[in-house]
């Protein structure tokens, strides 16, 4: 009896060290990169949670800003430089990791509420239309409170009581380990492929056969059940929000790779672009063309490169000085 009592006292005792360890990390170091609104007065790191930081940094720069580029990770391509140049307006590029047309809802409705937008660029992940929404228990991928709505309270309270040993652990590891000293949430391009062109600069056969090569065979999402009713009725709420502002809203689709177009099921891809265009007229890059077919246009399977994204823009403004591939970028309309 006695040494069950000593078991279930040191079972507590484990648990009381755990569980104050685990809060140590969480607010000393940030380790999910959510406190840097200063409610806790702790240093960041800026890429772990690549959503709240720029959330944060445009609540104190939007009058920098007049237009916005918003999507996934996909969309991290895109130069402000190269969208202002073309529009003459002032771009921020809004896109955030794992995003999908939820989070371009909930975005798109906070910055129309609080500033005047000239322009809006939205690109659809069309093989988003098997998700909605589903990173909102994320701890990493969650957005600000101030767009999903939840009470500030409620919100750092799970960042600050998490149990996720490991999860915690990996993000301290990163906040101490990794070399992103010069990263800045507003440079006019994502470190992530900066990088990758760097890496096919040195040595592209390597990369291609080795980086691509094991990014293709990451498991893919679970094509079975779509949502694509979720996904157009938060197309209408952003085409009605944007008209009742006199914001100009340009959509664009992805250029998916010909590897995870042919995963999508047919009857799914075309009832989606079709419902798409009922909204309103659309650059449609999701086609099996001479870009999307060669593998050199991407990093992995699902990530097309910053001279795809260059491309694309040329298109979509009619650079003639850059010449794109006639079968890529199709303007759909109903």
Same mark, same amino acid.
């Not at 200063?38 to 940094?57: A, E, H, S, V």
């Not at 918003?70 to 073309?86: C, M, P, Q």
């Not at 990791?97 to 939820?102: A, H, N």
């Given at each position: 009896?006695?040494e069950?009592?000593?078991?279930?006292?040191?079972q507590?005792?484990?648990?009381?060290?755990?569980?104050?360890?685990?809060i140590?990390?969480?607010?000393?170091?940030?380790?999910?990169?959510?406190?840097s609104?200063?409610?806790?007065?702790?240093?960041?790191?800026?890429?772990?949670?690549?959503?709240i930081? =720029?959330?944060?940094?445009?609540?104190?720069?939007?009058?920098?800003?007049?237009?916005?580029?918003?999507?996934?990770?996909?969309?991290l391509?895109? =130069?402000?430089?190269?969208?202002?140049?073309?529009?003459?307006?002032?771009?921020?590029?809004?896109?955030?990791?794992?995003?999908?047309?939820?989070?371009?809802?909930?975005?798109?409705?906070?910055?129309?509420?609080?500033?005047?937008? =000239?322009?809006?660029?939205?690109?659809?992940?069309?093989?988003?239309?098997?998700?909605y929404?589903?990173?909102?228990?994320?701890?990493?991928?969650?957005?600000?409170?101030?767009?999903?709505?939840?009470?500030?309270?409620?919100?750092?309270?799970?960042y600050?009581?998490?149990?996720?040993?490991?999860?915690?652990?990996?993000?301290?590891m990163?906040?101490?380990?990794?070399?992103?000293k010069?990263?800045?949430i507003?440079?006019?391009e994502?470190?992530?492929?900066?990088?990758?062109e760097?890496?096919?600069?040195?040595d592209?056969?390597?990369?291609?056969?080795?980086q691509?090569?094991?990014?293709?065979?990451?498991?893919?999402?679970?094509y079975?059940?779509?949502?694509?009713?979720?996904?157009?009725?938060?197309?209408?709420?952003?085409?009605?929000?944007t008209?009742?502002?006199?914001?100009?809203?340009i959509?664009?689709?992805?250029?998916?790779?010909?590897?995870i177009?042919?995963?999508?099921?047919?009857?799914?891809?075309?009832?989606?672009?079709?419902?798409i265009?009922e909204i309103?007229?659309?650059?449609?890059?999701?086609?099996?063309?001479?870009?999307?077919?060669?593998?050199?246009?991407?990093?992995?399977?699902?990530?097309?490169?910053?001279?795809?994204?260059?491309?694309?823009?040329?298109?979509?403004?009619?650079?003639?000085?850059?010449?794109?591939p006639?079968?890529?970028?199709?303007?759909?309309?109903?």
């Amino acid at each position: 009896m006695i040494e069950i009592k000593k078991f279930t006292f040191y079972q507590f005792i484990s648990f009381i060290f755990i569980t104050i360890l685990l809060i140590f990390l969480n607010l000393k170091y940030d380790t999910y990169g959510v406190f840097s609104d200063k409610i806790i007065p702790y240093p960041i790191f800026d890429t772990i949670n690549l959503r709240i930081n =720029k959330f944060n940094y445009l609540e104190k720069n939007y009058n920098k800003y007049d237009s916005y580029l918003i999507g996934g990770s996909r969309a991290l391509v895109f =130069k402000e430089s190269d969208l202002n140049r073309y529009t003459k307006n002032n771009f921020y590029n809004y896109a955030g990791i794992r995003s999908d047309m939820y989070d371009t809802l909930i975005t798109i409705r906070y910055l129309l509420e609080r500033q005047k937008v =000239k322009m809006i660029i939205v690109q659809i992940g069309i093989d988003d239309l098997y998700l909605y929404s589903e990173n909102n228990e994320n701890l990493l991928q969650r957005s600000h409170y101030k767009l999903i709505q939840e009470n500030k309270y409620t919100y750092y309270f799970k960042y600050t009581f998490s149990f996720d040993l490991i999860k915690t652990i990996t993000n301290y590891m990163s906040l101490k380990y990794m070399d992103m000293k010069n990263i800045k949430i507003s440079s006019d391009e994502f470190y992530l492929y900066t990088k990758y062109e760097e890496l096919i600069k040195e040595d592209p056969s390597t990369f291609f056969n080795g980086q691509f090569s094991k990014n293709l065979y990451i498991k893919l999402p679970d094509y079975k059940k779509n949502k694509i009713k979720q996904n157009i009725d938060a197309l209408k709420e952003i085409k009605k929000l944007t008209d009742q502002s006199n914001t100009n809203l340009i959509v664009i689709t992805a250029p998916l790779n010909h590897f995870i177009y042919h995963k999508i099921k047919k009857e799914d891809l075309e009832l989606y672009l079709s419902q798409i265009k009922e909204i309103t007229p659309f650059w449609n890059f999701t086609t099996i063309n001479s870009i999307t077919a060669d593998n050199t246009n991407y990093y992995d399977y699902s990530h097309f490169r910053i001279k795809v994204g260059q491309l694309m823009l040329a298109k979509i403004f009619k650079d003639e000085t850059i010449i794109v591939p006639e079968d890529f970028g199709i303007y759909t309309e109903k």
